[in-house]
Nanobody, 127 residues
Framework: QVQLVESGGGSVQSGGSLRVSCAVFGYTSSSYCMGWFRQAPGKEREGVAVIDSDGSTSYADSVKGRFTVSQDKAKMTLYLQMNSLKPEDTAMYYC???WGTGDMWWLLHQISPWRYWGQGTQVTVSS
């Protein structure tokens, strides 16, 4: 059974930094896509950043230049480094994955292709 376990969320002041992590347990594939999504209260879940097994990435316009997605294949762990955080970044952050490949920009804007989801980690940015 595949499990995604996020960690590293918390509270920070505007302009601060946080790094969230997502560890994958269970079956993995040499060809995969993983991503970070977020959902603020009363809003739809949105893509933040995605990465595939080849290292290709795509970012939401709202986080470009501030967030960086990376992976440690040996540890099968996904990271999201968040710098220059803003109050509007406050949300529950979810890790997602599926085994296969796809267009990164398209995957960033879709929910249905993502088969596996973590439980989420809260990020709160105060002004």
């Amino acid at each position: 059974q595949v499990q995604l376990v996020e960690s590293g969320g918390g509270s920070v002041q505007s302009g601060g930094s946080l790094r969230v992590s997502c560890a994958v347990f269970g079956y993995t594939s040499s060809s995969y896509c993983m991503g970070w999504f977020r959902q603020a209260p009363g809003k739809e879940r949105e893509g933040v950043a995605v990465i595939d097994s080849d290292g290709s990435t795509s970012y939401a316009d709202s986080v470009k230049g501030r967030f960086t997605v990376s992976q440690d294949k040996a540890k099968m762990t996904l990271y999201l480094q968040m710098n220059s955080l803003k109050p509007e970044d406050t949300a529950m952050y979810y890790c997602a994955a599926f085994w296969g490949t796809g267009d990164m920009w398209w995957l960033l804007h879709q929910i249905s292709p993502w088969r596996y989801w973590g439980q989420g980690t809260q990020v709160t940015v105060s002004s």
